[in-house]
Every structure is written in structure tokens, then in C-alpha cells.
């Protein structure tokens, strides 16, 4: 079964872009993706930046800058 998909999606692919998302790798992605011309995995996304407290950003508002050393 899984050669028949790797097909349909090859051809597909020969005229719009075919992505295959999956949360997590199991044996039938596994098989799919040696099948694939190509593969790209991604780990984990971008994460957000973090938000500052309002206690944080008040202690940085009174930084001082260091002096440079010679």
C-alpha cells in the first residue's frame, strides 16, 4: 500500500507542491519517507520570545551601563 502512495504523490508532485505533515514518525511515515525524493524533518518550531515581567523590566529600566575596561 505504501508504494501506491509514494506514487500518487509523485505524480501529484510533478504538478503542485505535496506536503505530508505528521505530529510524530511511525513505521508508515518511516516507509513513505524512503520511498520520497525528499525528506525534511523538523524537530520543533520557533518559539515565542518570552514576555518580561513587570518586576523584571523594572529592575532593567534602572541598569546602568558598565564602563569599559582598558
Same mark, same amino acid.
Given at each position: $500500500? +505504501?508504494?501506491y502512495i509514494s506514487q /500518487? $504523490?509523485?505524480q501529484a =508532485?510533478?504538478? =503542485?507542491?505535496v506536503l505530508l505533515y505528521s *505530529?510524530?514518525?511511525d513505521p508508515f511515515?518511516? &516507509?513513505? /519517507?524512503k520511498l =520520497? &525524493?525528499? +525528506?525534511?524533518y523538523f524537530e520543533e518550531g520557533p518559539q515565542p520570545t518570552p514576555?518580561? *515581567?513587570v518586576k523584571t523590566w523594572?529592575?532593567?529600566k534602572d541598569q546602568k551601563t558598565l564602563e569599559a575596561f582598558s
Open positions: $500500500m +505504501v508504494e /500518487a $504523490m509523485r =508532485a510533478q504538478e =503542485a507542491t *505530529s510524530g514518525v511515515l518511516e &516507509d513513505l /519517507a =520520497a &525524493d525528499r +525528506v525534511f514576555k518580561l *515581567s523594572l529592575k532593567m
